[in-house]
């Protein structure tokens, strides 16, 4: 436990405010110190911070680190007194206790301060607490007699498009006032504080609600794991859709388990089926499973793409986190007929994966319909809004292709809502499965053919590491024969995504066939 003298920053208020254990659980029993992952959203952060200092020419930077907070505050006085500065970057004050580095701190010419808050969002958003971060540094400013005759939030312009040359900052940027809404926020602060502190003080961390809805929004908190341990392997959070006040009259009798609900508790059918399922370890699949999987029927196609959206637009013609697909995996399977354990006959394998050094998109759709053109097969996906809208997005951008692109939009077959609407079964419904979607191909991969699993894939596991990790290739952030590994590990994981649709396909054409 951290026997330090408490003190808050605009972070830990922020904390506070949404959960009052993850306050105490941050400064008594902090997690060890991980450098972001670049281009994770707290990396882009910090990268859209630094670029916003492109506003504001001439501007020096305190660069004395968190744990040098006097002299940080000893810097910016300094700063702020010399005339010749026209904006302080991570300026530093405290006030009651309560630490903050303003993003950047901007010389008015009526004489008083600009107080501009850096977010890489496109807009302010209440719900995730922008007013409040810029409030409480509105009252640490107003605290130490600065006169703030501005705030602005300092954000990303979601309709700007980038040129042929380097970015242009001005336009890449909007400024929007924020100080009637920091201002309406200030006479709450004190008793907040206040409350905080009582907190913050406390010997042991306080009772809180765990929930999916509150610890897993706007971010997952980093303390889930721990706050959850002593859930049940059945905890009743897994249920899909599980509505929050359903979820909270279980809480209050005392029920936690998804076998423990009462069997006159209302349920819809499908949580009802889930139950059984986790009651009785077995799996259910519904009679008419192999009506569902008729469309599928091979010779068929499996797709899957890899998309990323940089928050600062590198292609020309591109805006703001657009969605650029970049790869493509397509398995064709000839007949349903296969041995696929035994050498996968029946089956071929494409794919495409773009270099990066310049716009990927006309490369992609070409090469794709290389592949998919002159047949009628069914081109099986999994969570198809995903796959139709980057098809359309694509269809939009090349009108040349237009319509053989949207010819491929009719052919597409979802295997999620098979899976979904037909399968229940109880390895599906444990706490590990809430890392990711219940049913994601993630999930079901290992429970119906366990001889997969995406965490025996090197490199890239996931959706999110394929996103993060080609744009530090794009960026020239990863190079030399790191970057031939990260290709390499790229068309292993997609590939794994077509494959796994087979395979589910096959495991559930088994259960139909019983």
């Not at 959203?41 to 020096?60: M, S, W, Y």
């Not at 907040?192 to 042991?204: C, E, F, P, W």
């Not at 819809?268 to 259910?284: P, Y």
């Not at 077509?498 to 495991?507: I, P, Q």
Request: proline fraction near 6%; hydrophobic fraction near 35%; aromatic fraction near 8%.
């Amino acid at each position: 436990m951290n026997h330090r003298q408490p003190y808050l920053t605009k972070s830990r208020y922020i904390d506070g405010l949404h959960c009052e254990k993850k306050l105490w659980l941050g400064w008594h029993e902090p997690l060890p110190y991980e450098e972001p992952k670049p281009f994770s959203p707290q990396d882009v952060g910090t990268r859209v911070g630094k670029d916003a200092h492109e506003l504001f020419p001439g501007g020096i930077e305190v660069t004395e680190k968190p744990w040098e907070h006097k002299e940080a505050v000893q810097k910016t006085q300094q700063l702020m007194a010399d005339q010749s500065v026209p904006a302080i970057f991570e300026a530093a004050f405290e006030f009651n206790g309560i630490r903050v580095r303003v993003d950047i701190l901007e010389r008015m010419s009526d004489g008083g301060w600009g107080l501009r808050e850096v977010k890489s969002v496109s807009a302010p958003n209440a719900e995730k607490y922008h007013y409040h971060d810029v409030a409480i540094q509105l009252h640490v400013l107003k605290g130490c007699d600065v006169r703030v005759t501005s705030v602005e939030l300092v954000h990303v312009n979601k309709g700007y498009v980038r040129g042929e040359g380097e970015i242009g900052w001005s336009e890449f940027f909007s400024r929007t006032d924020v100080a009637t809404e920091a201002e309406d926020l200030l006479p709450s602060i004190d008793d907040k504080v206040a409350d905080l502190y009582v907190v913050l003080n406390l010997s042991a961390a306080p009772e809180s609600v765990v929930s999916k809805s509150h610890c897993l929004k706007p971010h997952a908190c980093p303390f889930w794991e721990q706050c959850t341990a002593d859930k049940p392997e059945d905890w009743v959070e897994l249920l899909p859709n599980f509505n929050a006040k359903r979820s909270t009259v279980l809480r209050l009798n005392g029920i936690e388990s998804i076998r423990d609900v009462p069997s006159d508790f209302k349920l819809r059918d499908k949580h009802r089926n889930i139950q059984r399922s986790v009651q009785t370890a077995r799996e259910i699949f519904s009679e008419d499973l192999s009506d569902a999987l008729a469309p599928l029927e091979a010779p068929a196609f499996y797709l899957d793409f890899e998309t990323f959206s940089p928050v600062e637009p590198i292609y020309p013609e591109t805006s703001p986190r657009q969605r650029i697909p970049f790869q493509w995996s397509i398995h064709y399977e000839m007949t349903t007929s296969l041995a696929h354990e035994d050498g996968n006959e029946g089956l071929e394998h494409f794919e495409f994966l773009a270099d990066g050094s310049e716009d990927p998109r006309r490369e992609l759709a070409e090469s794709m319909l290389d592949v998919l053109r002159d047949t009628d097969y069914p081109i099986i996906v999994y969570n198809q809004s995903f796959e139709l809208g980057v098809i359309e997005d694509l269809a939009v951008l090349f009108p040349d292709i237009t319509v053989e692109l949207r010819s491929l939009k009719d052919r597409v077959q979802d295997l999620l809502p098979i899976v979904r609407d037909h399968l229940t079964h109880p390895a599906l419904f444990t706490k590990s499965a809430l890392k990711s979607s219940t049913y994601s191909i993630k999930n079901v991969l290992p429970v119906l053919a366990p001889d997969l699993d995406y965490v025996d894939l090197e490199g890239v596991q996931d959706g999110g590491d394929a996103t993060t990790k080609y744009e530090a290739l794009v960026r020239r952030e990863i190079t030399g024969s790191d970057a031939e590994q990260l290709r390499s590990q790229l068309l292993r994981y997609c590939e794994l995504d077509t494959y796994a649709m087979v395979r589910v396909r096959h495991a559930l054409l088994d259960r139909a066939s019983t």
